[in-house]
């Protein structure tokens, strides 16, 4: 079957193209009685506006692209929640799409959101070459999610990562921990500050810092746990591990279990981002807190200012991580 064309509708209504094109643009210029016979034959048909073709016509678009870096990380699932609440609000449209983490796929993904012609664009932790962001910035507005930038053209929403580390290093060395590794997060963006708040707080406190490299997935904390088990004796095993994410720490979580040990009765485990995964309650996993949906809503609000206020100076929101106790945090045996 093809699909309803928007003369369809207007024979169907008995009135003129450009009629159903203001009714369907929500134009306030149509009476109520011609919009709802066009509604109602638009409905009989079966007709959708064709968002792209709306946004070449208009030379504007309600469209905003999002890519995700992991879509296995409930992390983004929760910023992109905080991003659709604000884009209902002020009429826009998401389509979302993934570049899984690596930087080849991230600019397949990038173009073919450009191809849309959207209004704007939000990367969510791209591992993508500054140039290819700036490239994009362009052609429409930007927002980096967990990514800094010195453009202009760019917007950046991220948290603090050295204060929420270092809340997870007080948090622990309260408890009586003295013994703490810190399981990073490899070459995303948010790593960096995350390594060197947890490097300064255990500075401040009289301890060896140790790092272990590892990456924001489940798979690699597993991997950093059984490294640091062939690393290390049981006697100069850790005795509290602060974690690069959440993912990361369900991971190491689980090969602790598979080397004898408890959490967090002999080994206590520390998250990042507060998911809805640290949440459940076999989980309850000790973690810092972003405000995952205040950040969603901040980058939807950014694309629109530029969108539609015209602002070019460029917005670094720097939001206060804080620390949520559950149980996979305790005193050390010793």
């Not at 506006?49 to 030379?59: I, N, V, Y």
């Not at 993934?98 to 209004?119: I, N, W």
């Not at 080994?267 to 000790?286: F, K, R």
Request: glycine fraction near 8%.
């Amino acid at each position: 079957m093809t699909r309803p064309t928007m003369e369809d509708v207007a024979a169907r209504a008995g009135v003129s193209r450009a009629l159903v094109s203001l009714v369907m643009r929500n134009s306030p210029k149509v009476s109520e009685h011609r919009r709802a016979a066009v509604l109602a034959a638009a409905d009989e048909l079966g007709y959708e506006p064709h968002l792209m073709a709306r946004s070449l016509a208009s030379r504007t678009s309600n469209i905003v692209g999002v890519m995700v870096s992991d879509l296995r990380n409930a992390f983004f699932a929760d910023v992109v929640e905080g991003m659709d609440e604000a884009a209902q609000e002020e009429g826009l449209e998401l389509i979302l799409n993934t570049g899984r983490r690596s930087a080849s796929r991230e600019s397949t993904a990038l173009a073919s959101l450009l191809a849309f012609r959207p209004g704007g664009i939000i990367l969510l932790s791209p591992v993508l070459p500054a140039a290819s962001i700036r490239d994009a910035a362009q052609r429409c507005p930007v927002v980096l999610v967990s990514r800094g930038s010195n453009f202009a053209e760019v917007d950046t929403v991220n948290d603090d990562g050295e204060v929420g580390a270092a809340l997870a290093v007080d948090h622990l060395v309260a408890l009586g921990h003295r013994r703490i590794v810190h399981l990073d997060g490899g070459a995303a963006f948010a790593a960096g500050p995350r390594r060197k708040g947890y490097t300064a707080a255990m500075v401040r406190h009289g301890l060896e810092p140790m790092v272990i490299a590892s990456e924001h997935t489940d798979e690699a904390g597993a991997a950093a746990v059984r490294s640091l088990l062939n690393l290390l004796s049981p006697s100069n095993f850790p005795t509290a591990l602060v974690c690069g994410n959440d993912f990361n720490a369900v991971g190491a979580m689980s090969a602790l279990a598979e080397a004898g040990l408890r959490v967090p009765e002999d080994v206590s485990v520390v998250g990042y981002d507060n998911t809805s995964l640290a949440a459940l309650q076999h989980v309850a996993l000790t973690t810092i807190d972003q405000p995952r949906n205040s950040i969603g809503r901040l980058a939807v609000r950014a694309l629109t200012e530029r969108m539609q206020d015209g602002r070019t100076d460029p917005v670094r929101q720097h939001l206060e991580p804080s620390l949520v106790v559950r149980s996979t945090t305790a005193k050390p045996r010793d």
